[in-house]
């Protein structure tokens, strides 16, 4: 069993709908919880991180963390044609070393 | 966050060659790491690059293979040794800056690797 489990989709929306992403894990001692983006041909981007459980919103995104489920999730509102990537989710037990997702691929269709 | 700038962005080599990549930091960071994105798969961390010692490395991944410097708190580079076709990927460098925490690790662009 992987460490984290993220469906790697694709996933294809129109605009303007909302795009939900999730993942779940394994290890009870990730305390940081993150998302990136990753467009082709680029290096990751950070979006988002949380610290333990709880939501965090920022823009059209929205983070979640039920760390008792150990189930997080990525809602992006109002999806644009720019939003079209590889979505990554990563954890860390505050050792600054990352456990990754997948990755899953979104395209929002204009 | 920090600009990370890595070199080469992309590279074709020859089985059997060694190939170094090098990743220079705008601002001082405490952290930095080597991570590798195998095609179509996610990210596996190489190694903990250390300041002045010796990389710390996970398991899987050995000196030998790729061996990792760190001068200072700017600078590092990886080398892919020996290379096969095997360790065509994509390399990427992180780092976390100074004051920031676990959940802020931010990636340069990644250097593209294909081994014939």
């Known amino acids: 069993q992987k460490e984290v489990e993220q469906d790697p989709g694709p996933l294809s929306v129109p605009e303007g709908a909302i795009v939900s992403l999730n993942c779940t894990y394994s290890?009870?001692?990730?305390?940081?919880f993150m998302w990136y983006r990753q467009y082709s041909r680029k290096g990751p981007e950070l979006l988002m991180y949380?610290?333990?459980?709880g939501n965090k919103e920022d823009g059209r995104f929205t983070a979640q963390v039920d760390k008792s489920s150990k189930y997080i999730s990525l809602f992006i509102r109002d999806s644009q044609p720019s939003d079209s990537a590889t979505y990554l989710c990563a954890m860390s037990a505050n050792d600054y070393k990352l456990s990754f997702g997948a990755g899953t691929t979104v395209t929002v269709r204009a | 966050s920090a600009v990370i700038s890595q070199k080469p962005s992309r590279d074709i080599c020859q089985r059997g060659t060694s190939l170094t990549i090098q990743c220079q930091v705008d601002s001082q960071v405490t952290m930095m790491f080597w991570y590798r994105q195998q095609p179509g798969q996610s990210l596996t961390l190489i190694a903990t690059a250390n300041q002045g010692s010796e990389a710390t490395y996970e398991s899987g991944f050995v000196i030998d293979k790729f061996p990792i410097s760190r001068p200072n708190l700017t600078f590092s580079t990886l080398t892919v040794s020996n290379m096969s076709p095997e360790d065509s990927s994509i390399y990427l460098c992180?780092?976390?800056?100074?004051?920031?925490?676990?959940?802020?690790?931010?990636f340069g662009e990644g250097s593209r690797l294909t081994v014939l």
């Open positions: 290890n009870s001692a990730f305390q940081y």
């Open positions: 949380t610290y333990s459980s």
């Open positions: 992180s780092v976390v800056g100074a004051g920031m925490n676990t959940g802020e690790l931010f």
